[in-house]
Every structure is written in C-alpha cells, then in structure tokens.
C-alpha cells in the first residue's frame, strides 16, 4: 500500500530559528513529490520536485529531493509567525491518479 | 483569478439526510481529485476523475458515496444516507493531465448530527 509519512508531527520554535521539516515515502512507479502549506483554510502549493538532488528554493523555503533513499525535506530559514502553518507533503504515481498525502507537520513559530 | 471552487462552505444535517458537494474546477483543467479531510486521518484521497471519467474512486465507501462529473465545469460528490463519521472537510483539487501542481478550493466543512 502506498504511503506517505511526515516527521515530526509537530514543532514548536522561536522566531528567527531555522527548520528541517521531513517526508518518506513508500510509492508504486513514483512521478513526482509536493509540498504544500495549509492554513486555516485549503492547502496551497509551494514546490513539485522530480529530480533527485536539484533544490528548489522560493524565498526563505527550500526543498530538495532523494529518489535513492525515497525521502524529502523541506527546510525554512528565518522562521517567521506567518510560517505557522500545517506542512503537507504528497507524492503522486506515476499514471497520475493517486495524489497520496502524509499528515502533515503542524509548525508553530513565536515571537 | 482562476480558482477551484466549493459549495457549499458549510453544511450541517441531520443524519440520513443526503449531501450533495459541488465543486467547479479550474477553466480549463482536466483532473478533479475529491478529498476528505478529519484529524485522525488527515487528507484521504477519495475519488478522481481525468476528463470527467472515474479512474479511481476505491477511496470511496461506495455503498453510501458517489461522485459523478456531469460537464467538465462541476464536480459533485454525495452523500446517502450521511452519518455522524462522515463529519470532515471535503475538498476538491483540480490539475492538468500533463501534470503540476494540484490546485484546492477552499473545501466544504460537512457536520452531520
């Protein structure tokens, strides 16, 4: 069965601090992995990684992906309050039917 | 501003009572994935339709769930008869059969009592 599987699930830290956020997966004829960021409200999409070892970065989030030992992280430096959010990460097969979701890491940042 | 989007916001009902969710995916987009999402299980993929055909809804309890895509511009998913385990956020995603990024609307709370 597929999965998804996201450490740790939750992480509480100060502003300022940088985070490792992680996901592993188990996946039939995998396509490709997606991060997303949910607030209050639907999940919105940050990056799609395809390729083992190309970072993608936008702004102070940056991801990268290991196809060889099937995980991926998502790192925030300069954590700031508005990063507060539930961190989702998906991987789709590779027919593109079946976008498999981990539970997410809830992120907490204080001022 | 292209966008998916859900009716109803909010729903609460009785138990029994059927529910229907409609969603209207992106202009243009080809592949609806329908989601529920609780606390326990977080997003659970339930259905998902490429140019308006089922390719796989065996995420659906199919003795009381049934999603159906009548034109390419609605979605629906439905619930008979609905039960109090049902209560969860149900959202839709739409995307394109080259395939990016899934897009979400802003889901349907469902609260059956």
């Known amino acids: 069965e597929d999965k998804v599987v996201q450490s740790p699930l939750s992480l509480v830290v100060h502003e300022g601090d940088t985070v490792t956020l992680n996901c592993s997966y188990e996946v039939t004829n995998f396509r490709s992995l997606l991060w997303y960021k949910q607030e209050k409200k639907a999940p919105t999409f940050l990056f799609m990684l395809t390729s083992s070892g190309i970072e993608k970065k936008s702004g102070r989030l940056s991801s990268i992906l290991d196809k060889k030992e099937l995980f991926s992280i998502l790192n925030i430096t300069a954590t700031q309050t508005g990063d507060s959010a539930v961190y989702l990460c998906?991987?789709?097969?590779?027919?593109?039917?079946?976008?498999?979701f981990g539970k997410g890491t809830t992120l907490s940042v204080s001022s | 501003d292209a966008r998916v989007t859900q009716t109803p916001r909010h729903k609460v009902t009785e138990m029994g009572q059927e529910v229907t969710m409609r969603c209207q995916p992106i202009?243009?987009?080809?592949?609806v994935f329908w989601y529920r999402q609780t606390m326990m299980q977080g997003l659970e993929l339930l259905a998902y339709?490429?140019?308006?055909?089922?390719?796989?809804d065996s995420g659906m309890p199919k003795d009381r769930f049934s999603a159906e895509m009548p034109d390419a511009t609605l979605a629906t998913l439905k619930i008979q008869p609905s039960e109090p385990r049902d209560s969860a956020v149900y959202f839709c995603?739409?995307?394109?059969?080259?395939?990016?990024?899934?897009?979400f609307g802003q889901g349907t709370r469902l609260t059956v009592v």
């Open positions: 339709f490429r140019n308006r055909a089922p390719l796989d």
């Open positions: 998906a991987v789709l097969n590779q027919a593109g039917t079946a976008l498999i």
């Open positions: 995603a739409s995307g394109t059969q080259g395939y990016t990024e899934a897009f």
């Open positions: 202009l243009g987009h080809n592949t």
